[in-house]
């Protein structure tokens, strides 16, 4: 019998690929828990469920499957960044000359 948790959800969403893709009938299928899933997520993926149709299981692994199909190589930060900036968006600025450096304060007791 399983006990509800205080702010945990009571039902463990648990994700299993076996009538989703087609195996041979040898190969194992990954299955995955998902603990400590926050109540608004929880009950934004049953409205998009019950959108289209689907169980909160199917959706889920519908989900995964988009996300993890885009098999682009990751870029850095600055490469995202860039990407997303449209070339005529960007303004080039002009850096003002630098000045000498002043002396730095003198901390301590001054002379009397």
Not at 1 to 24: E, F, K, V
Not at 33 to 51: F, G, M, P, S, Y
Not at 85 to 109: F, K, N
Request: contains cysteine.
């Amino acid at each position: 019998m399983r006990r509800a948790i205080h702010g945990l959800i009571d039902c463990t969403a648990i994700i299993d690929y076996n009538s989703s893709l087609p195996q041979p009938w040898n190969a194992a299928m990954a299955s995955i828990t998902i603990r400590n899933l926050d109540d608004e997520i929880k009950q934004r993926l049953r409205v998009r469920a019950a959108e289209n149709g689907r169980s909160m299981e199917e959706e889920a692994r519908d989900i995964l499957r988009r996300v993890m199909s885009d098999t682009t190589s990751p870029r850095d930060l600055a490469a995202a960044i860039r990407s997303r900036v449209s070339p005529g968006a960007r303004a080039d600025l002009e850096l003002p000359a630098r000045e000498p450096m002043r002396e730095p304060p003198q901390l301590g007791r001054q002379p009397r």
